[in-house]
């Protein structure tokens, strides 16, 4: 892994062991910045305040080792990534202003993508983590997680159920509480309907009504102009000498007729004037029918106005025209029947809100069951882990506890309270010495206890759901002697079958390591650069000394270390 530009780190190599690998350092050298940097490889929050001081923006890049065949590579390979050799190149940049970019074998991705990878390779444990561990809820996820399908198959049935019956609930809350809201605009539908059926319109009525107005409101003068129109094409009766278009069209066409037998182009004229007599005499006719047809029945108009009205009435509260009112009412109709169903829908919910409650009372209890069967092997092999570290007389179990609700599931004929993930508390209890009672760890167990508790639960998930990495963050604080070189002693075990990466300031952890990482930090009087170096042969001694004594150069340090690191060796 580089890391460039980050915190205190300006440019630095880390180059991590297969198996177990110690980071050490002064205080404030930036040894966290390893950490921090690898959570930003898996996805981390970006911080713009992790970029150096003066830098444009901070960058990881990491290789990593990735199992054959697991959903890790699917999911890189589905965002487009190419391996390396086995192993996917990640990167990271930070800018100073917040923007955070992620690239994954060469092809950019989000940096959810990152945190998806995560879940598969690295297991991260700080002293938040122990601060977490705290939480009821995440005892029950800890719990949960080691049960595996025991618990995750009964959990997901009832998470289902849950869901279902949520959305149930929250329908009959809404109809129920809004009763009268609900009611309002059933009324106010009715009403509506039943203006518009009194009216009865037709699609299209209020245009065709509009045209028969206009028609009705100018009769005279239409009827007028239409026959002054006849009489100019078909002659005036009442004027005999008169002189009209058809007349004179008659005779120009007669004239031509005469003569049309000695020239082809004038016969060609004489049969469009033909056509236009033919013509003339049709609209002729078309405007006698036309002004005898014609009605100015004033009762017709008032009629007809009458009925504008009516369907204006409509027009202005239901829709622009007829046809808008007439979609208005039929989809008024279809929320009027829902609206008038629901008493008949809280039925049919309420029967069904309880039938879901009594099958969430059922499938919590198997729920219940399965926790309560795996609680006891987890417990079991965390009490043996704290053995091995320094505990020998340490006791964990689990408390499995529900709270009484009248309105919650019935389980074992009580009513108790019930949530997204069952009705269960789940609590991890310590008794660390013989006679001690069984108390939360949160208040039953020391700053070191709590570390050495973590570790163990961490190790039993080694056996149960393993990933390729474990990255813990000084989990050792508030330990030392006897307890020390145990913690050191049980990591290297785990680093055989998984790579660990631990951040400590105890020399007695730092010696099981198979490599020894020092993080340390110069000051040119300007610029602070950290860097990364291995330590090997006299390097490594002198670093455990100065962890043991503060004094690199202490003979009684020197030899203290010395023989950690050769028992180290011997364990191994």
Do not use: C
């Amino acid at each position: 892994m580089r890391i460039r530009s980050l915190g205190v780190i300006d440019d630095a190599v880390v180059e991590l062991s297969p198996g177990f690998t110690a980071v050490t350092g002064e205080t404030g050298a930036g040894k966290t910045m390893v950490v921090t940097s690898l959570g930003l490889l898996l996805g981390g929050r970006a911080d713009p305040a992790l970029v150096r001081i003066g830098a444009k923006n901070a960058v990881v890049e990491g290789r990593i080792a990735v199992p054959a065949g697991g959903t890790a590579i699917r999911r890189a390979e589905e965002a487009g990534a190419e391996l390396d050799d086995g192993a996917l190149l990640i990167s990271r940049t930070v800018s100073a202003e917040g923007r955070s970019r992620a690239h994954i074998g060469g092809r950019s991705v989000p940096v959810g993508v990152l945190a998806e990878l995560a879940d598969e390779l690295v297991a991260v444990h700080g002293q938040t983590d122990q601060q977490g561990l705290l939480k009821l809820s995440r005892q029950r996820q800890a719990l949960d997680r080691y049960a595996g399908d025991a618990v995750a198959a009964p959990l997901a049935k009832y998470a289902g159920a849950y869901r279902r019956l949520r959305a149930i609930t929250t329908e009959l809350d809404e109809i129920t509480t809004r009763a009268r809201e609900r009611a309002q605009e059933a009324d106010l539908l009715r009403f509506g309907l039943d203006e518009i059926a009194a009216v009865e319109p037709r699609s299209g009525e209020d245009a065709e009504l509009s045209a028969e107005a206009e028609r009705l409101g100018h009769a005279e003068a239409l009827a007028s102009a239409a026959t002054a129109a006849h009489a100019a094409l078909a002659g005036n009766p009442e004027d005999p000498e008169g002189i009209d278009a058809a007349t004179l069209v008659a005779g120009a066409h007669r004239a031509l007729e005469a003569v049309r037998a000695h020239d082809s182009a004038l016969a060609g004229l004489s049969g469009r004037i033909g056509e236009i007599n033919i013509l003339l005499r049709d609209v002729a006719g078309e405007l006698a029918g036309y002004a005898d047809d014609l009605d100015a029945d004033p009762l017709r108009l008032a009629a007809v106005e009458e009925r504008r009205a009516a369907l204006t009435q409509l027009t202005r509260k239901y829709g622009e025209d007829v046809d808008a009112v007439l979609a208005w009412a039929e989809q008024g109709a279809a929320r009027l029947l829902e609206l008038d169903g629901d008493d008949e829908r809280i039925g049919e919910l309420t029967a069904e809100r309880d039938v879901l409650r009594a099958e969430l009372g059922g499938l919590a209890q198997s729920l219940t069951d399965a926790r309560t069967e795996a609680a006891e092997r987890f417990a079991a092999a965390v009490t043996a882990e704290l053995a091995s570290l320094a505990m020998p007389h340490a006791r964990v179990s689990f408390e499995i506890r529900q709270t009484d609700d009248p309105e919650g599931v019935e389980l074992d004929g009580r009513s108790v309270a019930y949530g997204p993930a069952g009705v269960d508390e789940v609590e991890l209890l310590l008794a660390p010495h013989p006679g001690a009672p069984p108390r939360p760890i949160a208040k039953g167990a020391s700053g070191g206890e709590l570390s050495r508790v973590m570790l163990a639960v961490e190790v039993v998930f080694a056996g149960t759901d393993p990933v390729p990495t474990y990255l813990f963050d000084e989990v050792d604080a508030g330990v030392g002697g006897k307890a020390a070189v145990e913690i050191g002693r049980r990591l290297a075990r785990l680093a055989r079958s998984a790579q660990v990466v631990v951040v400590t300031h105890l020399p007695q952890v730092a010696a099981f390591a198979d490599r020894q990482l020092l993080v340390e930090k110069t000051n040119d009087g300007s610029v602070t650069r950290s860097g990364v170096k291995v330590l090997e042969g006299e390097d490594r001694i002198r670093e455990l000394s100065r962890m043991l004594a503060g004094q690199e150069d202490s003979q009684t340090a020197r030899a203290h270390a010395e023989e950690l690191l050769a028992t180290a060796r011997a364990d191994a």
